[in-house]
């Protein structure tokens, strides 16, 4: 359901991303591990051109796109296939907890508030979060918020979920409770690609790990075998490092 083909991507002179290839089932969760700094987070912003890929094909869904040359045409269709659920939840803080679903929704996908507000309640109580509904952002947990931002990113419905560090920024008791949102996304085959630190949730979620280092895959296959057994000297440094 995604293909990527040699996407390379750099900031001036330094070569983040450096001919990327990859293939992802449809229901399929990919963890994508590694050192900070090699790329994990570009090649998401990439997926979802909040970063201009340099070079390379992305294909997600029906959108097609060759980084080299493409329309606004192709680039929102590309857009509308994903959503990104960020480390620092990014919720708009003068908007309650359903507005910040309800919002997009009206605004950008032209849809009626009567619907949307439906949708909203519904998407908050898939993530535990319908009691607080007309509570704003300052006065959840960081955990609530991340339930929040996750349930904004179903409603528009993605073709694949993107998780960028999510549980990085919460505290360790409120980590759990968004892992256990993700599990149960996973368990619906959602489509999800997730960095992340979190090795033992990997492990149990992921159906694939990606180990990235310095711009290129150095490793993949089975999370357990990958994160157990590595075979690439780098990754076993890396995991080592870890424990
Ligand atoms: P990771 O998520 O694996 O920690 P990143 O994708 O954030 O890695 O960063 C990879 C490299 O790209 C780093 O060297 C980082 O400094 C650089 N980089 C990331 N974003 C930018 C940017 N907007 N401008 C310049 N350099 C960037
Ligand atoms: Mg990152």
Known sequence: MITVSHLSKRFANNEVLKEINLNIEQGEVVAIIGPSGSGKSTLLRCLNLLEKPNTGTIQ???????????????????????????????????KTALENITYPLIVGQKIDKKEAKQLGLS?????????????????????????????????????????????SALDPERVHEVLQVMLQLAKEHI??????????????????????????IVEQGPAKSIIDNPQNE??????RQLT
């Open 60 to 94: 997600i869904g029906t959108a097609m796109l060759d980084a080299k040359h493409y329309s606004n045409k192709e680039e929102t269709h590309l857009r509308k296939q994903s959503a990104m659920v960020f480390q620092h939840y990014n919720l708009f803080k003068n």
């Open 123 to 167: 998407l908050l109580e898939r993530v535990g979060m319908l009691p607080y509904a007309t509570q704003y952002p300052i006065t959840l947990s960081g955990g609530q918020q991340q339930r929040v931002a996750i349930a904004r990113a179903l409603a528009v419905r993605p073709k694949v979920l993107l998780f960028d560090e999510p549980t």
């Open 191 to 216: 489509t999800m690609i997730i960095v992340t630190h979190e090795m033992e949730f990997a492990k149990y979620v992921a159906d694939r790990v990606i180990f990235m280092a310095d711009g290129v």
């Open 234 to 239: 780098i990754t076993q440094r890396f995991l």
